[in-house]
């Protein structure tokens, strides 16, 4: 049999925590996503996680994002066409880090889902946009659970009040919540973020904001996935634990 590449061997490590995760939150592992994180990716370790299966990529940075999306769309509807059975039947680009408004026209051609609405005016812009193409376009409202000073992400306080203002705009579809735990926090600080953001989601739902469509929590990273699964989470961002590099937090601003 022939030996399995670092990747696929890390690829396989994080689908077993999951599962375990899964297992003992007596959750499907099917309930969870996997959102590739690949910022310290090369191409061609991207262009191999798709022939793992994995489809869901993310990415920091609009810039990366369409450069990436540019080389690797190509690739992945050539591998289809040919047939390749292994290969992810879909390829979705994932937004996962800060949006300045003035990059919105360049992502949303190519972007199936935005993590990082935190503000009116962002959600505006986008509402604006979607109104030119003709289409709604999927969200995830930032929340910042965990207080930091430095964190992108609508206050706790004021995310009921944001989100009714995001559902009330006809071309911008609010699809869930999205968080990010203080990193190398206790184990306990990271928990409550996670569980602070899922009574914020079910406070949501129970206000039927969003509709059936509000179903989604993008929270947990390399580091801290398996208790976000312990709360909840239907979306976990991998980076460094499929590619290596620094740890991230997708927190990086964008020149403008």
């Not at 469509?213 to 801290?224: K, T």
Request: charged share 25%.
């Amino acid at each position: 049999m022939a030996k399995k590449s670092p990747l696929a061997e890390k690829l396989d490590d994080v689908m077993l925590r999951i599962a375990g995760a899964c297992a003992k939150a007596r959750r499907e592992p099917a309930e969870v996503m996997l959102v590739a994180v690949t910022k310290t990716a090369a191409p061609e370790q991207i262009r191999e996680l798709l022939q793992l299966g994995v489809g869901d990529v993310g990415e920091n940075r609009v810039q990366q994002l369409t450069q990436r999306a540019a080389q690797l769309n190509e690739f992945h509807s050539r591998r289809l066409a040919a047939g390749d059975a292994a290969v992810a039947k879909h390829l979705r680009w994932h937004l996962v880090g800060h949006l300045q408004r003035n990059k919105i026209k360049a992502l949303l051609p190519l972007v199936s889902l935005i993590h990082s609405v935190d503000s009116l005016r962002l959600g505006e812009e986008l509402d604006a946009h979607g109104a030119k193409l003709g289409r709604k376009i999927p969200v995830l409202m930032q929340l910042n659970a965990s207080e930091e000073g430095q964190k992108s992400g609508v206050a706790v306080g004021a995310a009921v009040h944001l989100a009714e203002q995001i559902v009330s705009m006809p071309n911008v579809q609010l699809t869930g919540l999205m968080t990010m735990a203080a990193y190398g926090a206790p184990e306990a600080e990271i928990r409550h973020t996670f569980a602070r953001t899922r009574e914020v989601f079910e406070e949501m739902k129970w206000q039927k904001m969003g509709g059936a469509g509000f179903r989604h929590l993008s929270m947990g990273m390399s580091d801290d996935f398996e208790l976000a699964i312990a709360e909840g989470s239907t979306m976990v961002r991998i980076g460094t634990a499929l590619f290596g590099g620094k740890a991230l937090d997708h927190e990086e601003a964008e020149e403008e």
